[in-house]
């Protein structure tokens, strides 16, 4: 079986994920981020957002929010 990377992509004004994309884990990074980029860009479009609202991270590694103390 095929080791892929899963990500998903956000809206930073909600925090809701509004897709998810998995790619081959051996895939060249510069095209790896042209798909994201590509993904990122179809869901600004399809969601009638800008595409600045929108970021990507791998599911394995999220992007942990700190809580103010």
């Known amino acids: 079986m095929e080791k892929e990377l899963h990500y998903e ?3 930073s004004q909600t925090g ?3 897709a998810y994309l998995s790619l081959p ?3 060249d990074e510069k095209e790896r981020t042209e798909q994201l980029e590509k993904k990122r860009a ?5 969601n009638k957002l800008y595409i600045e609202l929108i970021y990507w991270q791998d599911k394995e590694h999220r ?3 700190i809580s103010p103390i």
């Open 42 to 46: 179809e869901r600004a479009i399809e």
């Open 9 to 11: 992509f956000s809206n």
């Open 63 to 65: 992007i942990q929010k």
């Open 16 to 18: 809701n994920v509004i």
């Open 25 to 27: 884990a051996d895939m």
